[in-house]
């Protein structure tokens, strides 16, 4: 694959060298999926940049113990451990590092071997640790030097020390990320297990009480029950009031009356009531018992939570993260503060390690005063937006307690383009907060075709119930276009008096709105607020850096690249050569390549030449030649008319004969089935609550005369994930940053990860990190994050 071009703009890593430092990665604390990807993006980054990298076994008791216990990585030493769970390097508890004396024996160990950067994952224990060690670094120094243990100059060489932490915890408990690595994988492991339960409960008509991790923090209760759609939830930010079992029961009988045949209630094992009296499990389901006579059961998940192979998310995330954190310790200077590496929206950003520490303390705090309404501000936004998306779509009101309104808005929800995993929570979401706002939600079967057709029929709250979980679109969805039948669709907008249009889904959706908006001078029932929300496995809407349906796809490719290559497992080398979706746009083939540690990835963006394939084949070759046993090629299926899958399936089969044998694999539409992931779940419906509340705001600002009148650019919008924000953008302004013959933006974000994956795929590269570098403060990096849904 060829380099980029240099810009001079660029600030390139290339001046950033690590020859002559060392580098130690260590996981302390519990164990997390993804922490294995991000002990390999360490390894491999600090081997590029020319420094030596050490492993530490066991967590700080290894650095306390040292010996064996801290060895030199090699390259090869990180292959395969990107799918594995938990950690290989292994965690432990260690009660040594605690006292001087274990610290000052872990530093001795350091410098025997010249190793002064450290990156540590963990959770907020394990780096406020790192953070005392670096404190106390020159004074322990002075101390061995004192001693006899080392000499002046070892003293002198190693006088500084730099730590980078990077959080690795399920609970997502880290003030200053919207995700620890982890989290994600948790949530896959819950929600695996809900779905499985319903359809036992639905079979009895059972109420199932789930309890899930989450001594201190709610997350994991919370974002299962929203991607759920859970009956009721108990975590500890949100103690229930005196009465909340009456009320509890009130609306679990509600909704069997509803003809809803299961109950789930998700607790978190640290849920309290607001007299800091524990709510177990056995309590819900005896209570549930005796006022109600349901037949109910508790499942305990426990360690199953922590377990198994880590999600897309976790891996790239992880990546992103490994190779942060090694050009933080190339940059730092002796007065640089420890930082830890976090994600915020779509970006990752460095933050003083104390800050985010003092952060979460104070929750803590917060919560032992009952302060519980500053405890989930102080979370963070993405976890007051998560609540607050709950509390709207859960807390269903009574005809009587719904806004009085002088005026009755009609809303219409369609789904547009091909089938994507999530859309079906979107379209839930938006039709009960739509119902909460007080307005009648209508739903529009089969996309514009089943606009102009008439096939438009009121929704009600109880006709969503279950949708969250269900793959594909349950309204229904075509790819036709709105400009040819523009009268029809007027005429059936009239008819219905629709006031606001709600549009989910892929580049088909985002034409439609602009041929939509376009005949507003014609047809005046189009003078309405229209919203799109992009939904597409491919990623290629302009205007936002992620759509609902694509990470349900990206998990798709990565468990089949994990499972083919396991295939291989046993035989003699070989190497696969898989096709991915995403018409012309590369972000399923790249993004995935990057989750499934692919040795090269073909895409459109990036044009090939029959150099790059010969660069490429003997690349892999020489890696084979190795103690590497498998490689991995992605192909975008689009990526070059004539570089077919087959043309390059015989090319690697030819170069690589008597070295590595070959198999192709084509995708195809597997990755847009499947029920959707946590965070296409989780995604839509916050996207969609959002899209409906921007409807409601417009409509009311727009309502003249006995009628909602609106034609300017900014009624027509798409809301899309920028970087750190949800934002409404006009559909009109995002048509020149369109390329409509390919049909992708003509600037795409997860073009900058490339380099990365080349990078950990031992290619040599350039590798833009202008985003890089800047130590930003908590309490002002929050109050710029606008409302990240959260991200990759």
Avoid at 401 to 409: K, Q, T
Avoid at 531 to 536: D, R, S
């Amino acid at each position: 694959m060829s380099a980029p071009k240099r810009q001079d703009t660029r600030k390139l890593f290339e001046n950033l060298s690590g020859h002559g430092k060392s580098i130690a990665v260590l996981t302390s604390g519990g164990d997390a999926q993804g922490m294995n990807a991000a002990v390999r993006a360490v390894v491999r980054m600090g081997i590029y940049v020319g420094a030596k990298v050490y492993f530490i076994h066991e967590g700080y008791q290894g650095m306390v113990d040292g010996g064996d216990n801290i060895k030199e990585a090699s390259w090869e030493s990180v292959s395969s451990m990107l799918q594995v769970g938990g950690t290989v390097i292994g965690s432990a508890r260690c009660k040594a590092f605690r006292t001087r004396e274990g610290r000052l024996q872990a530093a001795l160990n350091l410098v025997q071997k010249s190793i002064t950067n450290l990156c540590v994952i963990g959770g907020d224990g394990s780096l406020t640790g790192a953070n005392l060690f670096r404190e106390e670094w020159s004074g322990l120094l002075d101390e061995l030097l004192q001693k006899g243990a080392i000499s002046e100059e070892a003293a002198r060489s190693n006088s500084a020390l730099h730590i980078v932490g990077m959080v690795g915890s399920i609970d997502n408990d880290f003030c200053g990320t919207d995700m620890t690595i982890g989290t994600d994988s948790a949530l896959h492991r819950i929600i695996e297990v809900v779905d499985a339960i319903m359809t036992t409960a639905q079979s009895h008509q059972r109420t199932f009480v789930l309890e899930v991790m989450g001594r201190h923090c709610g997350y994991l209760a919370l974002v299962s029950a929203l991607a759920c759609g859970a009956d009721w939830v108990f975590f500890p930010e949100m103690p229930p009031e005196d009465g909340w079992e009456e009320n509890m029961c009130q609306k679990l009988s509600e909704n069997r009356a509803d003809k809803k045949r299961l109950n789930i209630i998700i607790v978190a094992e640290g849920a309290i009531d607001c007299h800091n009296k524990p709510i177990t499990p056995d309590y819900i389901k005896d209570l549930v018992v005796r006022n109600l006579g349901f037949d109910t059961r508790v499942t305990i998940l426990g360690h199953v939570q922590r377990g198994g192979t880590p999600s897309a998310f976790d891996r790239i995330l992880a990546s992103r993260m490994g190779v942060e954190a090694v050009l933080a310790l190339l940059e730092a200077s002796p007065g640089t503060p420890a930082c830890v590496v976090s994600l915020v929206g779509n970006q990752a950003v460095r933050l003083p390690l104390m800050e985010c520490v003092q952060m979460t303390q104070e929750v803590h705090k917060a919560m032992d005063e009952k302060k519980f309404e500053d405890a989930v501000r102080l979370r963070g936004r993405s976890f007051e937006n998560n609540l607050s998306t709950y509390r709207l779509l859960c807390n269903r009101k009574a005809d009587s307690e719904l806004p009085h309104v002088s005026i009755s808005f009609n809303v219409a929800v369609l789904n547009v383009g091909a089938p994507a995993a999530g859309m079906n929570a979107a379209v839930r979401s938006a039709v009960r907060v739509g119902i909460t706002e007080g307005h009648k939600m209508f739903a529009v079967s089969d996309g514009f075709e089943g606009f102009y057709k008439g096939q438009i029929k009121e929704i009600k709250w109880g006709d969503v119930g279950g949708w969250t979980g269900q793959g594909g679109s349950l309204l229904g969805t075509k790819r036709t276009l709105p400009g040819k039948h523009l009268e029809q669709i007027a005429q059936q907008m009239a008819l219905h008096n629709i006031n606001a249009l709600l549009v989910i889904g892929g580049f088909e959706a985002y034409m439609g709105l602009l041929e939509l908006s376009a005949a507003r001078d014609k047809y005046g029932e189009l003078c309405v607020p229209m919203v799109m929300v992009p939904a597409t496995v491919s990623n290629n809407i302009p205007g936002s850096d992620l759509s609902i349906g694509s990470d349900t796809a990206l998990n798709a490719i990565t468990d089949t690249c994990d499972r083919i290559k396991q295939s291989a497992s046993g035989t003699k080398r070989r190497v696969f050569i898989i096709e991915t979706m995403g018409g012309y746009c590369g972000y399923l083939a790249t993004v995935g390549g990057l989750a499934a540690g692919a040795d090269t990835v073909y895409i459109y963006e990036e044009p090939i030449d029959i150099r790059d394939l010969q660069g490429n084949v003997e690349h892999l070759t020489e890696k084979m030649k190795t103690t590497i046993q498998r490689g991995l090629v992605l192909r975008n299926e689009n990526c070059n008319e004539n570089f077919t899958t087959d043309f390059i399936y015989q090319l690697y089969s030819e170069e690589g004969r008597g070295v590595f044998d070959c198999r192709k694999n084509i995708l195809g539409h597997m990755q847009q089935g499947g029920a959707p992931s946590p965070f296409d779940r989780n995604f839509g419906t916050k996207v969609a609550a959002k899209a409906v509340q921007w409807l409601t705001k417009t409509m009311k600002e727009s309502y003249k005369g006995g009628r909602v009148f609106a034609n300017s650019e900014d009624s027509a919008c798409l809301l899309g994930m920028r970087r750190r924000a949800m934002v409404f953008q006009p559909v009109a302004q995002l048509k020149q940053e369109t390329d409509f013959e390919h049909r992708i933006p003509k600037e795409q974000w997860w073009l900058k990860l490339r380099p990365l994956m080349k990078i950990l795929a031992k290619y040599k590269t350039s590798y833009d990190v202008s985003d890089s570098g800047q130590l930003e403060h908590v309490g002002r990096f929050r109050a710029k994050e606008g409302d990240p849904s959260t991200a990759i």
